[in-house]
């Protein structure tokens, strides 16, 4: 009995399990201001940004790329950082500048769409 159990247990584990796969995604990675990725390229999909959080160099430019083919906007909470107008696909780019902090924006067009750029 207990060799039963230990091979229904291995056949379990060797088959996996869920369901299927209707082919390769790209996985959306969640990120925190306290973790961000060190990137300058951020996409917009499914109506958010990836990745949300991102470290970057003083004065590094930052490419925004709508996939979603809809209209999203990059607004910055700090008026200092241009922000981008309402745009439905393609690349905007942002410089950030040489201060090193955290910078916040969001897409106003959709409410919970929002990011942080550290510079540092």
Not at 43 to 62: C, G, K, R, T
Not at 104 to 117: F, L
């Amino acid at each position: 009995m207990r060799s039963r159990l230990m091979l229904a247990l291995v056949i379990a584990a060797a088959c996996g399990g869920g369901g299927g796969s209707d082919g390769p995604t790209t996985p959306i990675i969640p990120t925190t201001p306290n973790n961000p990725v060190a990137t300058t390229n951020v996409s917009l999909q499914s109506n958010l940004f990836n990745p949300a959080d991102i470290v970057v160099a003083p004065s590094a430019v930052v490419t925004f790329t709508n996939t979603d083919n809809i209209a999203h906007n990059v607004t910055f909470a700090n008026q200092n950082i241009a922000s981008v107008g309402n745009w439905n696909s393609g690349d905007r780019t942002v410089t950030m500048p040489a201060t090193a902090g955290t910078y916040s924006y969001t897409c106003t067009i959709h409410a919970g769409m929002n990011g942080t750029v550290k510079v540092q």
